[in-house]
T-cell receptor, first 112, second 111 residues
Framework: KAGVTQTPRYLIKTRGQQVTLSCSPISGHRSVSWYQQTPGQGLQFLFEYFSETQRNKGNFPGRVSGRQFSNSRSEMNVSTLELGDSALYLC???????????FGPGTRLLVL | EDQVTQSPEALRLQEGESSSLNCSYTVSGLRGLFWYRQDPGKGPEFLFTLYSAGEEKEKERLKATLTKKESFLHITAPKPEDSATYLCAGELSGGYNKLIFGAGTRLAVHP
């Protein structure tokens, strides 16, 4: 059974640009969560989607948004990039949001 | 404020030298306590979920235990391939997979 996949794996952007990251959950999983990981703040929850609806959101600015499609694939978008947005962005999926989450390999974003 | 604290930050062991990692939590309405392993440049890999005080789970050289205030990850006779960062996370009841992570313990096992 294929795991969670994330694209792209690596990305370099400049300040002020926007970026879109993609996540395909494990087949049959309908809940997708996003996390940001940095050396200083560790792993922090961004938001969770189920059936195309955002059910839960962390404490992040409005520049960070997401969406989910009918096939459960999810995207997150960061607009007006800042240096502090450089991080590893991780996606995790579970069946309904009440079970163990399984993480993808992450997308490493570098903002110059 | 909901918080998960892990100690020590880093741990260096000789191969075969058993030890324990600590995770203390102050999470209101904790639904579950999770342990993950993360290798450099990779996403966290699921190890255990614990739901109630007194619960224990084992996998190879790892054993996780849970009390009302903390969890321990015991590593018995570790091998170099156990070197990784071990992450503990608490999940809020009704939080729909919103995990609150600790900063992790970086474990290095030397031959």
């Amino acid at each position: 059974k294929a795991g969670v996949t994330q694209t792209p794996r690596y990305l370099i952007k400049t300040r002020g640009q926007q970026v879109t990251l993609s996540c395909s959950p494990i087949s049959g999983h309908r809940s997708v969560s996003w996390y940001q990981q940095t050396p200083g703040q560790g792993l922090q929850f961004l938001f969770e989607y189920f059936s195309e609806t955002q059910r839960n959101k962390g404490n992040f600015p409005g520049r960070v948004s997401g969406r989910q499609f009918s096939n459960s694939r999810s995207e997150m978008n960061v607009s007006t990039l800042e240096l502090g947005d450089s991080a590893l962005y991780l996606c995790a999926s579970s069946f309904s949001g009440k079970e163990t989450q399984y993480f993808g390999p992450g997308t490493r974003l570098l903002v110059l | 404020e909901d918080q998960v604290t892990q100690s020590p930050e880093a741990l260096r062991l000789q191969e075969g030298e058993s030890s324990s990692l600590n995770c203390s939590y102050t999470v209101s309405g904790l639904r579950g306590l999770f342990w993950y392993r993360q290798d450099p440049g990779k996403g966290p890999e699921f190890l255990f979920t614990l739901y109630s005080a007194g619960e224990e789970k084992e996998k190879e050289r790892l054993k996780a235990t849970l009390t009302k205030k903390e969890s321990f990850l015991h590593i018995t006779a570790p091998k170099p391939e156990d070197s990784a960062t071990y992450l503990c996370a608490g999940e809020l009841s009704g939080g729909y997979n919103k995990l609150i992570f600790g900063a992790g313990t970086r474990l290095a096992v030397h031959p």
